[in-house]
């Protein structure tokens, strides 16, 4: 009787055990399929709109590698804007000239944090 129970114990052991891993087998195949499913479209959208990638720089030349931030290279983020902080000097109109041209707006300062950022 002993014995037919650790056969038993056994049994249900090897067969948790599998269903363990067939579930992990499971999420490892949707999770493969997600993960190419998501390449495919950051490989659309970046055929679509070349200008991301002046969001997203290579971060291991040898991979290849690249990582995206929501600002173009040299902006600071801050709140839902990207700044480009200018040493320049230049008239409003000029500055609005050369803001526009990279696809920006001089910036007015409209929180008290913006405030804060560009003192
Ligand atoms: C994404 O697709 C490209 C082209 O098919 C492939 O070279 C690359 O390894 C894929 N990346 C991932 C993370 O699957
Ligand atoms: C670049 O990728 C290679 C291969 O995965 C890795 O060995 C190396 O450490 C990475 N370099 C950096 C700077 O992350």
Redesign the pocket.
């Known amino acids: 009787m002993v014995t037919l129970l650790l056969t038993l114990s056994l049994v249900q052991i090897t067969f948790t055990f599998q269903s363990q891993s067939a579930l992990q087998e499971n999420k490892l195949k949707y999770l493969t399929h997600r ?2 499913e998501l ?2 479209s ?2 659309l959208l970046f055929s679509q709109y070349p200008a991301l990638n002046q969001y997203c720089s290579v971060s291991n030349s040898s991979t290849g590698e690249t990582v995206c931030t929501p600002c173009p290279a040299g902006w600071t983020p801050n709140g839902e804007k990207c700044f480009l902080f200018s040493q320049d000097r230049a008239d409003w109109i000029s500055s609005q000239y050369r803001c526009m041209a990279l696809g920006g707006a001089v910036a007015t300062v409209q929180t008290e944090e913006e405030q804060v950022l560009g003192a």
């Open positions: 993960l190419e390449n495919q950051y490989r």
